[in-house]
Nanobody, 114 residues
Framework: QVQLVESGGGLVQPGGSLRLSCAASGVTFRRYDMKWYRQAPGKEREWVATIASGGATNYADSVKGRFTISRDNAKNTVALQMNSLNAEDTAVYYC????????WGQGTQVTVSS
């Protein structure tokens, strides 16, 4: 049973930073690409970033240069470091993996507001 548990969300002022973490279990973590998605109120869920099993990274244009995805295969975790946050980054952030099916975490709320 694949389980993904996100943590690290919260309220931050514009220009601030947050670090999200996702702990995975039930999957041979090192073999799989890991992704972050987000869903803002009233909007479709959108892809944010991917880190491949080999470590290559890719980002949505809206976060490129501000967000950094990383993984720790020894701890089965994937992180999303978010800098220079703005109101448009307010969303629920989800961790995702495809392993014979799509698996999502429960999400963690990020609110950027003064």
């Amino acid at each position: 049973q694949v389980q993904l548990v996100e943590s690290g969300g919260g309220l931050v002022q514009p220009g601030g930073s947050l670090r999200l973490s996702c702990a995975a279990s039930g999957v041979t973590f090192r073999r799989y690409d890991m992704k972050w998605y987000r869903q803002a109120p009233g909007k479709e869920r959108e892809w944010v970033a991917t880190i491949a099993s080999g470590g290559a990274t890719n980002y949505a244009d809206s976060v490129k240069g501000r967000f950094t995805i990383s993984r720790d295969n020894a701890k089965n975790t994937v992180a999303l470091q978010m800098n220079s946050l703005n109101a448009e980054d307010t969303a629920v952030y989800y961790c995702y993996v495809y392993n014979r099916g799509a698996f999502w975490g429960q999400g963690t709320q990020v609110t950027v507001s003064s």
